[in-house]
Nanobody
């Protein structure tokens, strides 16, 4: 249902843009989000977008560097990541929720070298 892409190897200070394409229309999605799972750590939320309010939320660790956005016409959720550092390394997952339904993408690996 969700296909994530855009991960890769990047040097510290670099940028990546992740994409998450949905096979289902995201026009009526209630919450769109990105999570990451670093080696040996629990999965954590790195960005969320609530549709009805337009509110975006980020943890302090990525605030000012990451930005979540959507393109309803393409059924795609993006995560722009700038000024990356090695602590951003991990598998990134997208999650899209509609009323009563939530799908996760398969994950895309981001590796940031120092």
């Amino acid at each position: 249902q969700l296909q994530a892409s855009g991960g890769g190897l990047v040097q510290a200070g670099g940028s990546l843009r992740l994409s998450c394409v949905s096979s289902r229309s995201i026009f009526r999605a209630t919450v769109l989000a990105w999570y990451r799972e670093a080696p040996g750590k629990q999965r954590e939320l790195v960005a969320s977008l609530t549709s009805d309010s337009g509110e975006r939320n980020y943890p302090d660790s990525v605030k000012g560097r990451f930005a979540i956005s959507r393109d309803n016409a393409k059924n795609t959720v993006y995560l722009q990541m700038d000024n990356l550092n090695p602590e951003d390394t991990g598998v990134y997952y997208c999650k899209v929720s509609w009323w009563k339904t939530t799908y996760w993408g398969q994950g895309t690996l981001v590796t940031v070298s120092s």
